[in-house]
């Protein structure tokens, strides 16, 4: 019987003939009774004929040609016996760019100062970037009353479309962030040979890239990004990111097609994240349009968590209807919580529509996250503060700008560093407004990681007049009117809107970054839009609002920027809830070597750290901003010992930054956002990680200071406190205290039983004395740890503390360590690496893993390590954790040192 009922499963998940065959073969062989009850069991369900509802991406074999080569027009070009003779293979998903680079045009724009040599739109004008897209297909004609449509998620900026040589569009389709669709059913070749042609046009305003952010400004006078005429991390980008960006598909359905359904989920009351949970409500809505010239009558349903809601629809002929589906309770659900405080669980909901006929027209699957939003003022802080299933988040994000300035967008790349984001222990990831509304396969990473998403609409202070500024083209009120179409930016808020509702990570929108979009604009999103397609979420008008964050004055502020003594973040009071904080963030010599040649890897020269005296051609044009305290470390001697002192300092600066706003959660701040984890090329500021995936120790040092329960030293007055960023107390703890000179010798300074440890953060004890005794000559090794009553330790916490001078004189006299390292697999695509100190040996310090080519000795991208930077005491073990989805063989561990020097581990 269970097997029967698995075909049963099996026939409804997969409709077609074969199966049915199939399943007929195995019915012959089944006794009577049997027969029956199968049978009876298809008729309850109710079999689901067959449909060709299907999508498939073009995205392969397109070829381009400039408008300058290609003086005939659409209809001619998209007839299949016109020859594309010249032509070049094209990059779609993609730009001009990406293309040329291809087809090695243009050299590497993110190596040197490669990017001089490319073409400035300013300089060659529009028509120099306008491309022609062309792409053969097979598609047969559609049969019966099956519908066949040409989608376009993203192009940029205006273009029109060509099928068979029949023009689609009536009028040219503009705005970057507008999804086209197009019903193909009447333009199909009868032979099913098919072919399309695009034209691109760039935007409108091109804007100067005159060094300012945003260069002139103008550059927002489009509804498009903004970062592509330049900033303070980044160089101009020559066509302006024109061309097919983002995915084209064809779609084929029923009759009846459905278009952005919404699901909400309701989850009422303070919930626990263990534990039987009370209802939720599952509110489900689609538009239904029907396509042909006939009235359809069916059932739009779903089924979710074995329970089926359906409604019966009746659609006039070339109509479109919003249908809502009556309200589901969903009994015990599976929570979806932010990292750090649960589990990410996802329900799959299919939602179709089937005619009377039991004909399978359309269906769309949607990852359900169960989870309700809610934001209220918080008095005390003077801050809005968000909420989870009714429990309070302190908001621990990073500032993001795009996965690529050429938008060579990827599932497995936006995987790779929202992955990242949860490696750091943080919780948001906010999406800067001079950027994109990012991919759903962006938001898909976000939802499985945990990473709640503040979403910026496209606008910026810099560009959009909140500022007089003698760099921008038109006066501050000009601009305060950007961009020039109104009615176009609306739109495509509402289009982005409906593309990326149903994303449980999704938790604000945004006006913009730093400014309001004109008053028409805001009040249309504000009182309009989100009450009708998006009523769930926290909409705040920019992202540095009074209505968000006021300091005890009412007055925002900010910052800081650039390195900073670490007394700033544990006493220097900013925004309450801080949308932009930090910026420094190179690698290491690998990382440096990958864009810099190598006549130009010359270590930056500043006086006392601070201030510049020269730096490189090629580290100036990548946006180096200058590292204070690496001379601290001893001057260094190469660009090598540069890059690896920097890491010391990226690793205390981002977990001192962590630490300090932590130290004050719920009474100065309901959270804070680092200006910024990542890079969309090969800049030298403000990235956890460098353009080609590999992570620095600002990573890691964000990954201790941001741990959910996590013990930390103030180190300006002395005081060893607790961070309990979870929901519940954690019980019966110990707090061990421990001092290691730089030889390695031990000194105990406590051993502290804790009952409890409340959610929040908590002094235990003032260590300063003892660790000014300790450190006066030569610095001290302090190590934190918080130990459950298991033995398991729950927080690892090291620090190296300077001497009486500020200086880290002991660390230049430390001797070689005496560490033993072994590697294994220990499943698939999963390594585990052991660190074994000798007991009378001295601390094996700040050790730097990685995954390596055994050839090339360079390190495999991306990968994804448990920790790293570690650092290892007399007498222990450490077990580090390598992870990796990549064709790899024969791979080796390398590993260095501050006292280490580099070796590789074969893997066992």
Known sequence: MALILQWICTFINHPNSQLMHHLRNHLSKLSVSLKSVFLLTLLFIGIQKSSAQTVYELNSGWKYAPIKTVGDKGEAISALNYSLKGWYPAVVPGTVLTSQIANKQIPDPFYGMNNKLIPEIYKTGRDYYTYWFVKDFKELPATGSQQVYLNFRGVNYSFDVFLNGHKLNVRSHEGMFLRANYNITSWLAKSGNNRLAVIVYPVDVVGNPNGGQGGDGTIARNVSLQYTAGWDWIKAIGDRNTGIWDKVTIEKTGAVKIIDPHVITLVPGVRQVEGVQQPAIIKVSADLQNATNKTVTGVLKYNLDGVPVAKKVTLKPNATQTVQLADYSLKNPKLWWPNGYGPQNLYNLQLQFVTAGNQLSDKKNIEVGVRELTSEWNAHTRSRQTNVNGQKIFVKGGNWIVSDELLRLSKERYDAEVRFHRDMNLNLIRVWGGGLTERPEFYEACDKYGILVFQDMWGSGDCNGRWVDPMKLEDQATRRKYPDNHPLFLESVKDQVKMLRNYASLAIWCGG????????????????????????????????????????????????????????????????????????????????????????????????????????????????????????????????????????????????????????????????????????????????????????????????????????????????????????????????????????????????YKDSIATGSAAVTNIQKAVAEASNSKGVFLSLRLIDPNNKIISDNFYWLPDNTGNYSGLQQMKPAQLSVSAKQITKGKVEVTLSNNKNAPVAFFNRLSLVNPVTKKRILPVFYSDNYVSVLPGEVKKVTIDYNLPVTNAQVAISGWNLPEKWIAIK
Not at 568 to 578: A, E, I, L, S, V
Not at 605 to 621: A, I, L, R, T
Request: hydrophobic residues 35%.
């Open 513 to 752: 970054n730093e400014i309001t979009p004109p008053d028409d604009i805001l009040a249309a999103i504000r009182d309009t839009i989100m009450p009708k397609l998006d009523n769930t979420r926290w909409f705040v008008d920019f992202s540095n609002s009074t209505a968000m964050s006021q300091d005890s004055t009412g007055v925002n502020s900010d910052g800081p920027y650039g390195i900073q003594p670490l007394s700033t973040f544990w006493q220097h009071r900013t925004y309450p809830f801080n949308s932009e904080v930090g910026s420094v963030g190179i690698g290491d010599i690998e990382s440096l070597k990958r864009f810099i040649p190598a006549a130009n890897l010359v270590i930056p020269e500043e006086e006392n750290g601070k201030n510049k005296v020269k730096y490189d051609s090629v580290w100036e044009y990548h946006t180096y901003i200058g590292y204070h305290y690496t001379d601290n470390y001893g001057k260094p001697k190469d660009v090598a010992d540069f890059a690896a002192k920097a890491q010391l300092v990226n690793y205390d600066q981002y977990r001192g930054l962590m630490e300090g706003f932590s130290s004050h959660m719920w009474d100065w701040y309901t959270g804070v956002i680092i200006w910024k984890t990542q890079n969309p090329w090969t800049a030298m500021r403000g990235q956890m990680y460098d353009y080609y995936l590999d992570p620095n120790a600002c990573l890691y040092g964000l990954h201790s200071g941001s741990e959910p329960v996590h013990i930390m030293y103030n180190a300006i007055d002395g005081t060893v406190s607790t961070v309990n960023n979870t929901f519940k107390a954690k019980q019966k703890i110990t707090v061990s205290i421990k001092l290691f000179d730089i030889n390695g010798a031990e000194t105990s300074l406590a051993k502290i």
